[in-house]
């Protein structure tokens, strides 16, 4: 059973518009969520995270967005440029019991196109 | 270098071989961890160690086995491997903090494993 859900494998935007990218999760014991990037070949980085105290957290060309009730998370990346192709993973932590385990989405495969 | 590194990128082996992935980080962050990653089911936790000599089981630990000697290295060792092994294995770091920390994770590059 997926705590945490990216429900679209993949997504094409142009250059310069809007991506956004979904994150759906089920536990509401979640309590901190993340994003992170990966090109091939590469090992994750992180890009942004947002605690569950907030409902929006910006870093330059990036916005997480959560909805809290409706459990559901979002990542703006505004404008999209070409080096922003990657694969996006959204993750989530709950603090309780302090094991600083991840609980991973499948991910996104970003695409943008000049 | 500073960071977090594994070694060896690539490896091929044969079923039933015993394997050692290296993982070494220079931060001296408290939390380690392995990850496989595989199409169709994004990152799944192998093990994972809280500090020097303490580890505790993943998502996927059957066939994996971990130890931690130093705060610094984390090495995941397949003991008979399989083909169902075959897979890119990520190792990570993070931080020790309080009770509202990033529990951010740093990764290495990723060792891309064959098994034959």
């Known amino acids: 059973d997926q705590q945490v859900k990216q429900n679209s494998p993949s997504l094409s935007v142009q250059e310069g518009r809007i991506s956004i990218l979904n994150c759906d999760y089920t536990n509401s014991m979640f309590d901190y969520f993340l994003w992170y990037k990966k090109y091939p070949a590469e090992g994750p980085t992180f890009l942004i995270s947002i605690s569950s105290i907030k409902d929006k957290n910006e870093d330059g060309r990036f916005t997480v967005f959560l909805n809290k009730s409706a459990k559901h998370l979002s990542l703006h990346i505004v404008p999209s440029q070409p080096g922003d192709s990657a694969v996006y993973f959204c993750?989530?932590?709950?603090?309780?019991?302090?094991?600083?385990?991840?609980?991973w989405g499948l991910g996104t495969s970003l695409a943008v196109n000049p | 270098d500073a960071g977090i590194t594994q070694s060896p990128r690539y490896k091929i082996t044969e079923t039933g071989r015993q394997v050692t992935l290296m993982c070494h980080q220079t931060w001296s962050h408290s939390y380690m961890f392995w990850y496989r990653q595989d199409l169709g089911h994004g990152l799944r936790l192998i093990y994972y160690s809280a500090a020097a000599d303490i580890t505790d089981k993943g998502e996927v630990p059957d066939g994996y086995v971990v130890s931690r000697s130093k705060t610094e290295n984390f090495p995941l060792t397949l003991e008979s491997a399989t083909r169902s092994q075959t897979s890119v294995y990520f190792c990570?770091?993070?931080?020790?903090?309080?009770?509202?920390?990033?529990?951010?994770?740093?990764f290495g590059a990723g060792t891309r494993l064959s098994v034959l």
């Open positions: 993750a989530a932590s709950a603090n309780a019991g302090n094991n600083r385990k991840l609980i």
């Open positions: 990570a770091s993070s931080d020790r903090s309080g009770p509202l920390a990033k529990n951010i994770q740093y």
